[in-house]
């Protein structure tokens, strides 16, 4: 049958996923988003979609891709997604449309037991120096790498990403010791690679993706060739994860890792061959004197660089200090190239030498045209360089992929604010793809209201957050918690926080549990939440801000609430933004109605999308922001939401909140 019949098939009242899919419901918007991949499919070139909430965008680029025989990669911008597909949802596609496939899921280095490094954390009385915690922690390691077959630390609950003993337990391309590891035919990495190489689909990540394509190293630069069709999942974060990899970044803690690493090596065969200690101690002065002159800058998140410094800093005094880290770097070179062969570690440490020379050297001399730097503050101090997107790497990839009629689709729910979709395909240069917008099938309406209070503090305002943090409290108290505050900084969550603990204090209503971003990891913060949604009598608020506002799928009754503090504009003072305006006025371009409007609009389109994430879901979208009503372009940022029915006022708003609390009595 050819493959338009096919898919069309596939999506009919009587085919196979309504039979085979409990809950399936033929959908128009799907279908016609699978019919639009099928054609791509088997005419190669771009195709771009973006598919609301509920349509159903992964079986309708996913069957037209299993249908095709063609091999397929997908590459997703979470790990989450990632999972999903590869224990979810390919199988279960498949399996009813009778396609008979290997699979594989291949993840970054990071994702992967090391049993190597697991050895030396354990051995050396290393486990000994950890705390209680962290060496109970590393006994459940040890247990569940005897019986892995994977080594995917994904399947460790309590290994959190975010755990210090991860590093300890995983490996990275400056540490990973290759084919001269004692463990190489047990390495999870390599077992993986392998298994993606024999397979018909595997599901890889954007950050995999673009550091293959940088160091071509970690296994997608030998599938790409061999793939017909390319998707990109969550495309929406394509360029920001793009960016990251094609900017050159290095600095204080690269360095430190490079000069502890030096002595560490020192204290060992080669210990008498060079002063370790010596040449570790002028790395590590050299970095100081780096840190020491941008202490002044805490609290930021980024400094521009201004005529060859970071803004607020003395030139003379920066290009001093960053000038005496180079020749610290290249002596503790000279030495350990002169031992490159006395064993890999020797050899690994005067390539990363090397290696952060080569960054070091990225960031002399006048910024290039069409590049930006900054310094990056935050959880490390980092030295950045990087183009103002992806579209020249894009492009010169995909004129570069064979064969010449691979499919490349890009999709997600939130990519533009008109029918080109400009926000997502100018900045990854795909002006030459075909592009398509498909409704979400929601009754948004019916399901939700949204309310935009009149008499509000300005967002500048002192008491702004006291004001959120009421009007979230009064929501909350009536329908049993089950409420979200989105902020645009991680100041705000710590505000709204305060004042929402003064204020549930003061009303002695003390069943609502206050969780904000911090308290503990994402995962667990939202299981707290969705925890407490099922209970009576009680509930909680969840106060967090930019890794919430997508990514998060809290369906049914979990989330009835959703409140965002502010329009989340991005700060002016970014450098990646300070250049991206200054490109487009440059241009000839309106900075703010073609960057920074766009850009807000798709946040705020991301942040109401957590709110109705199915058919019998209802809830109210509250924007504590007055410019929507009283800025010419609120009308553009409304305009971007879902429809929901507008609230005019508070009498229209407390009515919607109990109606709310009487469905959750009568669900009760």
């Known amino acids: 049958m050819p493959l338009i019949a096919a898919v069309r098939q596939v999506f009919a009242p009587d085919g196979p996923l309504v039979r085979d899919v409990p809950g399936f419901v033929p959908r128009n918007g799907q279908t016609e988003m699978a019919l ?343 959880a490390g101090l980092r030295l950045c360089s990087s183009p103002l997107n992806i579209s020249t790497v894009m492009r010169q990839h995909m004129a570069q992929a064979h064969p010449a009629n691979r499919s490349w689709i890009f999709t997600s729910a939130t990519l533009g604010t008109d029918d080109a979709l400009r926000w997502f395909v100018d900045p990854c240069g795909l002006s030459d793809a075909r592009t398509l917008r498909v409704q979400s099938p929601f009754d948004y309406p019916r399901q939700a209201g949204l309310y935009v209070p009149q008499n509000f503090p300005a967002p500048a305002d002192a008491d702004h957050s006291q004001a959120v943090a009421v009007l979230a409290a009064h929501a909350a108290l009536r329908v049993g918690g089950k409420t979200m505050v989105l902020t645009t900084t991680l100041r705000a969550v710590e505000a709204v926080r305060r004042h929402l603990q003064d204020y549930m204090a003061a009303v002695a209503a003390g069943g609502l549990e206050i969780l904000a971003q911090g308290d503990g990891s994402k995962r667990e913060l939202l299981e707290r939440f969705s925890t407490h949604a099922g209970r009576s009598g009680g509930g909680a608020i969840l106060v967090a801000s930019a890794a919430f506002w997508e990514g998060i799928d809290l369906a049914g009754a979990v989330l009835q609430v959703l409140v965002i503090d502010k329009l989340p504009f991005a700060p002016p003072d970014d450098p990646l933004v300070r250049a991206q305006t200054d490109a487009c006025t440059a241009a000839g371009g309106n900075a703010f109605q073609d960057i920074h409007l766009p850009r807000a609009a798709m946040v705020l389109k991301q942040g109401a999308g957590r709110l109705i994430r199915g058919e019998t879901d209802r809830g109210v979208l509250v924007v504590c922001d007055t410019r929507l009503h009283t800025r010419a372009y609120g009308k553009k940022l409304l305009h971007a939401l879902p429809p929901m029915r507008r609230l005019i006022d508070a009498a229209e708003w407390d009515a919607a909140l109990a109606q709310l609390g009487a469905d959750a009595a009568l669900a009760d």
């Open 36 to 378: 639009a991949v099928a054609r791509t499919v088997q005419g190669g070139g771009a195709l771009v979609v973006e598919a609301g909430t509920g349509v159903g965008k992964t079986f309708a680029y996913l069957a037209p891709a299993l249908l095709s025989g063609a091999r397929v990669l997908v590459s997703t911008a979470t790990k989450a997604l990632q999972d999903q597909l590869y224990l979810r949802d390919v199988p279960r596609l498949a399996a009813s449309l009778g396609v008979p496939l290997r699979l594989a899921v291949l993840k970054g280095r990071s994702s992967y037991l090391c049993l190597q490094r697991l050895d030396a954390a354990v051995a050396h009385d290393a486990a000994a120096r950890l705390p209680n915690a962290q060496q109970r922690l590393l006994a459940q390691v040890r247990l569940w790498a005897q019986a892995t077959a994977s080594g995917d630390v994904a399947e460790l609950p309590v290994l959190d990403e975010a755990s210090p003993l991860v590093p300890l337990v995983t490996s990275t391309r400056e540490n990973c010791l290759g084919a001269a590891c004692p463990r190489v035919a047990q390495c999870h990495v390599n077992l993986a690679r392998r298994a993606a190489l024999a397979a018909d689909v595997v599901v890889v990540n954007h950050h995999l993706f673009f550091a293959d394509l940088q160091v071509r190293e970690s296994g997608v630069a030998e599938l790409l060739p061999s793939a017909n069709v390319v998707v990109f999942d969550e495309a929406h974060q394509l360029n920001s994860i793009g960016l990251q990899f094609v900017s050159v970044q290095t600095g204080p803690g690269a360095w430190s890792r490079f000069a502890a690493d030096v002595l560490r090596q020192g204290q060992g065969p080669q210990r008498g061959f060079a002063d370790w200690h010596g040449l570790s101690g002028a790395v590590t002065h050299a970095v100081q004197a780096v840190r020491d002159l941008c202490a002044h800058a805490a609290g930021r998140q980024r400094l521009a660089w201004v005529d060859g410094a970071p803004e607020g800093v003395d030139a003379v005094a920066w290009e001093a200090a960053v000038g005496g880290v180079a020749p610290a770097l290249g002596q503790a070179h000279q030495h350990v190239d002169g031992l490159s062969d006395a064993g890999a570690p020797m050899y690994q440490l005067a390539e990363r030498a090397r290696s952060l020379l080569d960054q070091l050297r990225a960031f002399s001399g006048a910024t290039p045209s069409g590049q930006v730097r900054w310094l990056a503050l935050g």
